[in-house]
């Protein structure tokens, strides 16, 4: 019903850019919340980024001043600037959002994530 498309990973060297896209689709009537997380080998699934509705951010502290996250309500679409990328960078990173459907009903829904490797 809902479907969360992402893109823009791939390979970066160190001090570069990048830049994610996560786009909804499907029966929503609204998002309430939609964030970044992401998750490198041997550790646990991390928030980085998370965006409201009313553009109300937050930052895990180890992405603060580096990344900028953006929404477009009208696309239902969400954005990860990521700047001077470093190799703890790696990892592979989620969408995700908490959609309300036409039954008013809300849901967590995740991309199948995008891999981004930082690497001289």
């Known amino acids: 019903q809902v479907q969360l498309v992402e893109s823009g990973g791939g390979l970066v060297q160190p001090g570069g850019s990048l830049s994610l896209s996560c786009a909804a689709s499907?029966?929503?009537?609204?998002?309430?919340?939609m964030d970044w997380y992401r998750q490198a080998p041997g550790k646990q699934r991390e928030l980085i980024a998370a965006?409201?509705?009313?553009?109300?951010?937050n930052y895990a502290e180890s992405v603060k001043g580096r990344f900028a996250i953006s929404r477009d309500n009208v696309k239902n679409s969400m954005y990860l600037q990521m700047n001077s990328l470093k190799p703890e960078d790696t990892a592979v990173y989620y969408c995700?959002?908490?959609?309300?459907?036409?039954?008013?009903?809300?849901?967590?829904?995740w991309g199948q994530g995008t891999q981004v490797t930082v690497s001289s």
């Open positions: 965006i409201t509705s009313d553009g109300i951010t």
């Open positions: 995700h959002a908490n959609v309300v459907t036409f039954t008013r009903r809300s849901f967590s829904y």
């Open positions: 499907g029966s929503i009537f609204s998002i309430n919340v």
